[in-house]
């Protein structure tokens, strides 16, 4: 048996086979299945990394956007987590788990601890004590994570450059900067919080749409519409003596504003997951 599954590098002892290290036939199935959708990591492994586990889960969300979210959290913040003998890849994804051009890691080397607490991955970073925890891991991925965070994921805690989640270009591979958006090194442009903001406070939708969130988008745009629309409507009816509903009144201007806060809040959360102003990119540096 070959050491690369559809090009990528993988140690099949320990991808193949269940937490006891044991091959089991509904374990492949379910790697391979996501394994075909990782084509494009070739490019972002390091020389002697293998793939050891492929799960899926949901990123983390900052406590304003989670409160805001509701059930949309599914939807949002799905995200695929490849574990290699050297770091953690977390790959937001969509709905369909298809790659969004999103490429982050998580280096043992500066992690302090790494830890499968019920469903939830926690990672504590060596650098601040920061801590990330990545939400509803696949159940039937669980044991075999505890078992390689016991005996085979090597954290020392190194408070080095790495002691922190840290986003990749998903055009050159090279480390991205926080807060910047454009690659220091192939000059690849993000997509921004100053134009997410603007677009969620002064087009109805826009923030969703500017991160490429389109359903959400047409659907915000609706209700923001509609929303503005009735409490206008109601407004005016008040001020020249019409009788009106004095919930209404007050409920649709502030449901109003509820939802572009949520937009607001949203559009410029998911900046923070580097998105390209470009929509399909290709990873062209292939040094390491």
Do not use: W
Not at 7 to 18: A, H, K, M, T
Not at 214 to 229: K, M, N, Q, R, W
């Amino acid at each position: 048996m070959g050491s690369r599954i559809f090009g990528l590098p993988v140690d099949r002892e320990i991808l193949l086979s269940n937490h006891k290290n044991i091959y089991k036939k509904r374990v492949e199935k379910r790697q391979r299945k996501l394994i075909v959708k990782l084509t494009f990591l070739k490019p972002f492994l390091r020389n002697g990394e293998k793939i050891l586990l492929i799960t899926t889960g949901y990123s983390p969300l900052s406590s304003p956007a989670q409160y805001l979210t509701g059930f949309l959290f599914v939807y949002l913040k799905r995200a695929m987590y490849i574990f290699t003998n050297y770091r953690i890849f977390h790959i937001p994804v969509t709905s369909t788990v298809r790659h969004k051009n999103s490429i982050a890691q998580i280096d043992y080397t500066g992690c302090k601890s790494v830890a499968l607490t019920g469903g939830t991955l926690v990672v504590q970073y060596a650098k601040y004590g920061k801590i990330d925890s990545f939400k509803a891991i696949a159940v039937s991925e669980r044991k075999k994570i505890r078992a390689l965070l016991k005996n085979t994921i090597p954290v020392s805690g190194t408070n080095n450059q790495l002691a922190s989640r840290t986003h990749l270009c998903p055009n050159c591979t090279h480390t991205l900067v926080k807060g910047k958006y454009i690659c220091e090194n192939c000059s690849l442009k993000f997509k921004s919080k100053r134009v997410a903001a603007l677009s969620s406070i002064f087009i109805p939708g826009g923030g969703y749409f500017y991160i490429r969130y389109f359903l959400l988008g047409s659907l915000d745009a609706v209700l923001e519409i509609f929303l503005l629309l009735y409490s206008a409507f109601l407004i005016h009816n008040y001020l020249n003596h019409v009788p009106v509903n004095l919930i209404h009144l007050v409920a649709m201007p502030l449901i109003f504003v509820y939802v572009k806060i949520a937009a607001l809040f949203h559009s410029t959360h998911f900046i923070d997951e580097f998105i390209p102003q470009a929509k399909n990119t290709e990873s062209k540096n292939f040094t390491r």
